[in-house]
């Protein structure tokens, strides 16, 4: 049997030089658990695992514990792993390869959700230079950088757009968008972001050849909105000319998700978990000293700033970020496939062993299909482990589904 777990999801961490970028992945990419139990480790230098936070079913279900396999449970919450990406070089003018330039940018390709770390203190120019707090406008860079992800998506498709069109044209309206998706797949682009695209851009019924290039333009401009969307990391917010800024692109930006974030402190507050000084939790809206007389006088003061900044933020927002991306903006669920709908168990006994990251709507055959091929070729049926109540092929799994599929093949 092929086992196909569902993919994991790329989150790409993108932003001018010196917002940040490599504090929150570092600050993200941290967890204070023993190696042996990483499902995960680092995959390349820029590449890292990092956790969504979850509440673990298995309390919900009156169990003492678990026996987390694919993701992590630490007291209660279920860390489960998505893949990072520290995308450096984004500058103006960087999809005509100024900077480091397009090889950068070309990571970008499979990311399914993109993290835009912004300097909200305005502590750095337009070039990534520190300047000093309030002097730069973070709205500028998130338009700058925005505009660049645009015209790099629109230097991809429109070499090629010219013959592709022409193909295009011949097509029935199903078989359009199943070519461009086919030919846009380099780049996550899927059927439903370029159904999208076309109904929001009013395109589906103008033979692609006689698009003008603002139509174009338009169409791609939606197609990278919904193949990748974007999260505001509204970072430094520990430093005081960030909170008017915030704001301020609160209120001009109604509908985008911004999420004040200090990576700084996130990071400073995993490594004295790690060292065992703090009780802390990423996503947690407190901390707690474990022993106050080993902490060094400076230890403690940047802990107690930490603590100011936590009473006024209620997190640092890194944990924030990374399940907005996800929950939010991918609108995804988790669910627990199990084996055996009674005891919670897959095949050998392990309670809870996988919690999947699933697009809201997928049904009980598609998630058959993501645990391996041949159960969801074979499906019959599938039970809610919680009501223990058989359900069908088209049911639509909610958040902390327990699931267990019968199928033909065993
Ligand atoms: N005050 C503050 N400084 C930060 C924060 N995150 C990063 N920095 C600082 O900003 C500078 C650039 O950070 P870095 O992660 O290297 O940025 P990158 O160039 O975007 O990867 C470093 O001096 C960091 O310590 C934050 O949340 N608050
Ligand atoms: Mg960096």
């Known amino acids: 049997m092929s086992l196909m777990p569902p993919p994991q999801i790329l989150v790409g961490v993108v932003g001018k030089t010196n917002v940040g970028k490599s504090t929150f992945f570092a600050a993200a990419t941290l967890i204070s658990v023993p190696i042996e139990n990483r499902p995960f480790v680092t995959i390349e230098p820029n590449v890292g695992i990092g956790y969504v936070r979850s509440k673990c079913v298995h309390k919900e279900l009156g169990l003492k514990n678990c026996n987390p396999r694919n993701s992590l449970c630490i007291q209660g919450e279920r860390f489960i792993p998505i893949k990072l990406m520290d995308v450096a070089g984004l500058i103006r003018g960087a999809h005509k390869g100024r900077g480091l330039g397009n090889k950068f940018l070309d990571n970008l390709r499979q990311a399914d959700v993109l993290l835009h770390i912004v300097d909200a203190a305005g502590s750095t120019d337009e070039e990534g230079r520190p ?11 998130i338009i700058e950088i925005e505009h660049e992800i645009d015209e790099w998506m629109f230097s991809i498709i429109s070499k090629d757009w010219p013959r592709l069109a022409r193909t295009l044209d011949h ?10 998706a086919q030919r846009l797949s380099g780049l996550s682009i899927r059927r439903q972001h370029v159904i999208y695209a076309l109904k929001s851009t009013k395109l589906e019924s103008s033979k692609p050849s006689t698009w003008r290039e603002e139509e174009l333009r338009a169409f791609i401009v939606e197609l990278r909105k919904i193949s990748k969307p974007i999260v505001i990391v509204a970072n430094k917010a520990d430093i005081p000319e960030a909170e008017d800024n915030i704001k301020r692109l609160m209120n001009k930006l109604p509908g985008r998700v911004i999420i004040p974030v200090s990576s700084l402190a996130e990071l400073l507050l995993r490594r004295a978990a790690n060292r065992g000084l703090i009780r802390y939790l990423p996503g947690d809206s407190d901390f707690e000293i474990i022993n106050e007389s080993k ?27 990374l399940n907005a991306a996800v929950f939010n ?3 995804m669920i988790v669910v627990y496939p199990v084996e055996d709908p009674n005891k919670f168990t897959d095949s050998k006994g392990f309670i809870l062993p996988d919690a999947y990251l699933i697009k809201k709507g997928t049904t009980a055959r598609e998630l058959a299909y993501m645990v391996h091929t041949e159960l969801g070729k074979g499906f019959l049926y599938a039970i809610n482990a919680k009501t223990k109540q058989r359900v069908g092929e088209n049911y639509i799994l909610q958040h902390n589904d327990v699931i267990k599929v019968v199928s033909t093949i065993k």
């Not at 300047?131 to 860079?141: L, T």
């Not at 097509?171 to 461009?180: A, G, N, P, R, V």
């Open 131 to 141: 300047v000093k707090p309030g002097y730069r406008d973070p709205m500028d860079d």
């Open 329 to 331: 903006v991918l609108e």
């Open 295 to 321: 902490l060094t006088p400076a230890q403690r003061k940047a802990l107690n700033i930490v603590k100011s900044l936590l009473k006024k933020w209620s997190s640092t927002g890194v944990q924030q970020a």
């Open 171 to 180: 097509l029935d309206y199903s078989h359009m968008i199943e070519t461009l």
